[in-house]
């Protein structure tokens, strides 16, 4: 989840901006090669599967000034499925997610609490589709994401080795364009980092939809209700092993880029999402 001013940076010179510069030199086409399912959650358990997920505890805010503080008491598993809760609410918790190895005992306070749920250290995957069928929270400063980090940083530490949002969305039902946003993020540095961004309107944002990214060694494909409209090329760091995000926040700049900040109104709200799916491509 990188913020607007990232995605909207100029591309430079070397293979990263090629890929970036040639993300739309071929048509975007449906995917229909046959694909066996590899790994999938349904959420009818009842609770968090731990075998597949783990609820982040954390404040840190992204790196995007987001406000939430992650806590597993706003992750829940329901009729609805998995559902990510935003409360406003004051939360004392870690200030850095333990996987960055930094802060460690550093306690934060924040005044809204939200869910966040990853694959890290128990699923990963390089090529195949990825597809989350989920229902996005309306409301002015909401950030509902679908996303994905690289494994073992084999490029270097972000934003050398990339990153995939398969979903985005900000501010949904606020009177603006009910988007949903797909992207690449790389580079050799904070301030050197190219982007590719693409999306497409959800005709009725209150209903669930399914979002996908079709990632083969030679293109990734986005995908809404099993339509594309944003394709690029293959080429490194998009060609190592990335675990899943899914995560509701509260703030940011990006949705907050309007001057509106977070709506009082728009709380509590829900990310539901009622099934993960993941397959390979057949061989």
């Known amino acids: 989840m990188r913020e607007a001013a990232a995605w909207r940076a100029a591309c430079g010179g070397g293979a990263l901006a090629a890929l970036l510069n040639s993300g739309f030199a071929a048509p975007v086409q449906a995917a229909t090669r046959a694909c066996n399912p590899i790994w999938s959650d349904e959420f009818t358990s009842g609770s968090l599967d731990p075998a597949h997920w783990t609820a982040s505890e954390d404040c840190w805010g992204g790196g995007n000034g987001e406000r939430q503080c992650y806590t597993p008491t706003s992750v829940s598993v329901g009729p609805r499925g998995l559902v990510l809760t935003a409360s406003p609410r004051d939360v004392v918790g870690p200030e850095f997610p333990a996987r960055l190895g930094r802060g460690a005992g550093r306690q934060r306070l924040r005044h809204y609490a939200s869910g966040q749920v990853t694959t890290y250290g128990k699923a990963a995957f390089r090529y195949g589709r990825i597809e989350v069928r989920a229902r ?121 880029a309007n001057g509106h900040g977070v709506d009082p109104g728009s709380l509590p709200a829900r990310m539901e999402i009622s099934w993960v799916r993941v397959c390979a491509p057949a061989s």
């Open 136 to 256: 996005l929270p309306r409301g002015q400063g909401l950030w509902p994401a679908i996303w994905m980090l690289p494994v073992d940083d084999a490029y270097g530490a972000f934003p050398r080795s990339g990153e995939i949002d398969i979903a985005e969305a900000v501010n949904l039902g606020t009177g603006g364009a009910n988007l949903v946003h797909g992207s690449l993020h790389a580079g050799r540095a904070l301030g050197k980092m190219h982007s590719l961004t693409g999306a497409t309107a959800l005709a009725d944002p209150d209903a669930s939809h399914v979002f996908g990214l079709d990632w083969t060694p030679r293109r990734l494909t986005w995908l809404l209700d099993g339509k594309p409209y944003l394709s690029a090329p293959t080429r490194p760091p998009f060609d190592r092993r990335f675990y899943l995000i899914l995560n509701l926040a509260v703030g940011g700049r990006w949705p907050e």
